[in-house]
């Protein structure tokens, strides 16, 4: 019998209470949330005190680890609300709040010893000297720069074995050192740092060259008719390296995505699971999860800093880390269609919350937590408020499917493009 490896912690982002449970059911281990006015996810953030409580409930049942966001950098006129929030939050026991603001952090300490804390991603945190000064500073776990390599991973844990470390595998990747970004707050008085971003490096810019010291006319510098995606830059995807993450010694690997969809959720954590699991075993990479992430809409992906020094492993079209074509997450080979609410066994139909157009004749995938292999099959029936039609857009609510085979709550529905 083969020994089961060690293997990191899977850590998914929840942006409102169905993608917690969605990220539970499809393979987290962990879930991070947060109130949107000490976290850097303030728009598209459904999380209340009473949500957040809801959340730490689902997670103790489960058996699933929860933790609280308290991210930004706040201004002075944050500070006198802090107290009140904080005691609110660390009365619900998550088992770590993830924060960046030393002040915050030494309010915390002060008030709530016993609540971990998370260095987060926005420390910057890049070395192990700063690791070490994290833990004298009573840390339990460092949330490393986006920035760094794997082996400088592997060194950081080396030389500070007994501090956790935490990793990002997968998700949108900023312009800007690990976040810390003003072109938001420049141009639309929105500040990334106080979770407000408005992606400005996404948009498609033109640039034009003066020299101040001639008086000549601006000259526009251009990469096509329109202009050019200079800052946009691909999202990150290291499924295929999870092993040397693992070799590394990394303690937890993390998603990003607390304003992406419930399908992203689940999709991902689900396509991260497997290959965890496979490694637990001993097992190799299997690539058809490649093909799985594709299924989620993406900018293209890279495997970011994590494979500096490690380039003849990469292939060649994900070694640029720009998309100089789009600005938006696409999806590149299937299409999200909608979340299985509900089976009727007596009149072998699906509800399901439609979220982009089908039409019959379409053939679905229906994705599950638990199997691996997605079963298929093709739109015959479509009932929209009891009656029949051809085809329903997104965004019309609920539609009854007439499904072959019996398909479990919270499946998911994707239909090739």
């Given at each position: 019998?083969?020994?089961?490896?060690?293997?990191?912690?899977?850590?998914?982002?929840?942006?409102?209470?169905?993608?917690?449970?969605?990220?539970?059911?499809?393979?987290?281990?962990?879930?991070?949330?947060?109130?949107?006015?000490?976290?850097?996810?303030?728009?598209?953030?459904?999380?209340?005190?009473?949500?957040?409580?809801?959340?730490?409930?689902?997670?103790?049942?489960?058996?699933?680890?929860?933790?609280?966001?308290?991210?930004?950098?706040?201004?002075?006129?944050?500070?006198?609300?802090?107290?009140?929030?904080?005691?609110?939050?660390?009365a619900l026991k998550p088992d770590a709040f993830i924060m960046a603001?030393?002040?915050?952090?030494?309010?915390?300490?002060?008030?709530?010893?016993?609540?971990?804390?998370?260095?987060?991603?926005?420390?910057?945190?890049?070395?192990?000297?700063?690791?070490?000064?994290?833990?004298?500073?009573?840390?339990?776990?460092?949330?490393?720069?986006?920035?760094?390599?794997?082996?400088?991973?592997?060194?950081?844990?080396?030389?500070?074995?007994?501090?956790?470390?935490?990793?990002?595998?997968?998700?949108?990747?900023?312009?800007?050192?690990?976040?810390?970004?003003?072109?938001?707050?420049?141009?639309?008085?929105?500040?990334?740092?106080?979770?407000?971003?408005?992606?400005?490096?996404?948009?498609?810019?033109?640039?034009?060259?003066?020299?101040?010291?001639?008086?000549?006319?601006?000259?526009?510098?251009?990469?096509?008719?329109?202009?050019?995606?200079?800052?946009?830059?691909?999202?990150?995807?290291?499924?295929?390296?999870?092993?040397?993450?693992?070799?590394?010694?990394?303690?937890?690997?993390?998603?990003?995505?607390?304003?992406?969809?419930?399908?992203?959720?689940?999709?991902?954590?689900?396509?991260?699971?497997?290959?965890?699991?496979?490694?637990?075993?001993?097992?190799?990479?299997?690539?058809?999860?490649?093909?799985?992430?594709?299924?989620?809409?993406?900018?293209?992906?890279?495997?970011?800093?994590?494979?500096?020094?490690?380039?003849?492993?990469?292939?060649?079209?994900?070694?640029?880390?720009?998309?100089?074509?789009?600005?938006?997450?696409?999806?590149?080979?299937?299409?999200?269609?909608?979340?299985?609410?509900?089976?009727?066994?007596?009149?072998?139909?699906?509800?399901?919350?439609?979220?982009?157009?089908?039409?019959?004749?379409?053939?679905?995938?229906?994705?599950?937590?638990?199997?691996?292999?997605?079963?298929?099959?093709?739109?015959?029936?479509?009932?929209?408020?009891?009656?029949?039609?051809?085809?329903?857009?997104?965004?019309?609510?609920?539609?009854?499917?007439?499904?072959?085979?019996?398909?479990?709550?919270?499946?998911?529905?994707?239909?090739?493009?």
């Amino acid at each position: 019998m083969s020994q089961i490896r060690k293997i990191p912690e899977l850590l998914l982002p929840a942006g409102n209470l169905d993608k917690l449970e969605i990220a539970y059911m499809f393979g987290a281990d962990a879930a991070y949330c947060g109130v949107p006015r000490f976290s850097l996810r303030a728009r598209e953030n459904d999380f209340t005190m009473e949500a957040l409580e809801k959340g730490v409930t689902l997670a103790r049942e489960l058996g699933k680890k929860i933790y609280f966001t308290v991210n930004n950098i706040p201004r002075n006129s944050k500070l006198p609300s802090y107290p009140k929030y904080l005691d609110q939050m660390a009365a619900l026991k998550p088992d770590a709040f993830i924060m960046a603001d030393p002040g915050l952090i030494l309010m915390t300490k002060e008030a709530h010893p016993e609540i971990d804390i998370h260095i987060s991603v926005q420390a910057n945190t890049m070395n192990y000297s700063a690791v070490r000064f994290w833990k004298q500073f009573g840390a339990t776990r460092v949330i490393l720069s986006r920035e760094v390599s794997i082996s400088e991973i592997a060194e950081i844990k080396n030389q500070v074995p007994d501090m956790e470390i935490e990793v990002f595998v997968h998700g949108s990747i900023c312009i800007a050192h690990s976040g810390r970004c003003f072109m938001s707050n420049y141009f639309k008085k929105r500040d990334a740092n106080q979770g407000s971003c408005n992606n400005a490096c996404r948009d498609l810019y033109k640039i034009f060259v003066t020299n101040p010291k001639q008086n000549e006319e601006p000259m526009e510098l251009i990469t096509d008719d329109e202009g050019t995606f200079l800052m946009n830059s691909k999202d990150l995807r290291a499924i295929e390296f999870l092993q040397e993450l693992c070799d590394a010694g990394v303690d937890s690997v993390k998603v990003e995505g607390r304003t992406k969809n419930d399908y992203y959720v689940g999709m991902v954590a689900r396509s991260y699971r497997h290959t965890l699991d496979r490694i637990s075993r001993g097992e190799s990479f299997d690539r058809k999860w490649l093909e799985e992430l594709d299924k989620v809409s993406s900018r293209k992906y890279f495997s970011g800093f994590l494979t500096r020094g490690m380039e003849d492993r990469v292939p060649e079209e994900e070694r640029e880390f720009q998309n100089n074509e789009f600005g938006t997450s696409l999806f590149m080979s299937q299409k999200y269609a909608g979340l299985v609410k509900e089976y009727k066994s007596d009149t072998k139909r699906i509800v399901i919350e439609v979220k982009n157009k089908i039409q019959k004749g379409d053939v679905m995938e229906v994705i599950t937590a638990a199997d691996p292999n997605p079963l298929t099959f093709t739109v015959e029936q479509i009932f929209y408020k009891q009656n029949l039609v051809e085809v329903i857009s997104g965004g019309m609510g609920t539609v009854e499917l007439e499904v072959p085979f019996a398909i479990p709550t919270r499946s998911f529905l994707s239909k090739k493009l």
